[in-house]
């Protein structure tokens, strides 16, 4: 049986995806006006990129002093073909786990927050003049749908009479917990191999760029900030109302 709020969890969890992507798709095919693959030369200074990109990019050595909107924008611009490829991949990988862990309204959440959050911890590396890409907020995503399995709570035991409306196929809450764990501990096996406090950039032949390790670690702490915040007012809330 479906628990209050997955369903629209789960809607709310397509829409962040969504939301990733189609503005991700539409900036790289305006681009394209300047920049022959609509990517941004991140071999470049911010100050010879068209006026749009340098008006939605995120700069670290800036400081706070960023437009507001960047918290969010930076992520749809892209430094190469197959670095805006590669991102677009992990995102529907990231919407189809979605898909199978079934997130709570309050899972969903944790994912929007944490988007913006993970440019924010991009400020602890003041020595890049630029972050673009999904990168760092699909590790947000995946750690929250990792934590949440994790810390999925078991059906209720149900009435005989009544027929499940759960799926024969899909997984048991003990193996999302599995699942969820292994997530987690590949994630960090991930960010411990590519050593984000080493380099603030790394080369990638994979993307055509240098990447930033430290973005994958900003979003893995950011979804696990974010997702262990709203379980605490969540369940302090619950303990209120049990109290009334």
Do not use: F
């Not at 309050?106 to 972050?131: D, E, H, I, K, R």
């Not at 003990?174 to 191999?193: C, D, S, V």
């Amino acid at each position: 049986m479906r628990r209050p709020g997955e369903r629209p969890g789960l809607r709310l969890w397509w829409a962040l995806c969504l939301a990733l992507a189609l503005p991700t798709l539409l900036l790289n095919a305006t681009l394209r006006t300047w920049l022959p693959q609509g990517s941004v030369p991140l071999d470049m200074a911010v100050t010879g990129w068209p006026p749009l990109a340098q008006a939605l990019v995120m700069r670290p050595d800036a400081g706070l002093a960023q437009p507001p909107w960047a918290w969010w924008t930076t992520a749809w611009l892209h430094g190469s073909t197959p670095h805006l490829l590669r991102n677009l991949a992990g995102l529907a990988l990231m919407a189809a786990l979605g898909t199978l862990v079934r997130p709570s309204r309050q899972a969903a959440l944790a994912g929007w927050l944490a988007w913006p959050l993970t440019q924010l911890g991009m400020l602890m590396q003041p020595s890049l003049g630029s972050y673009v890409g999904l990168s760092g907020v699909l590790h947000a995503g995946v750690t929250v749908l990792a934590l949440h399995a994790v810390m999925r709570p078991s059906r209720r035991p149900m009435p005989r009479l009544v027929l499940p409306a759960v799926s024969p196929l899909a997984p048991s809450v003990a193996g999302l917990r599995l699942g969820g764990l292994a997530l987690l501990a590949a994630l960090a096996a991930k960010i411990l191999m590519e050593n984000p406090w080493a380099q603030a950039l790394v080369a990638s032949t994979s993307s055509a760029i240098n990447v930033a390790p430290w973005a994958h670690l900003s979003g893995c702490a950011a979804g696990a900030l974010v997702t262990g915040l709203l379980w605490v007012l969540a369940a302090g809330s619950r303990l209120a109302r049990r109290c009334h």
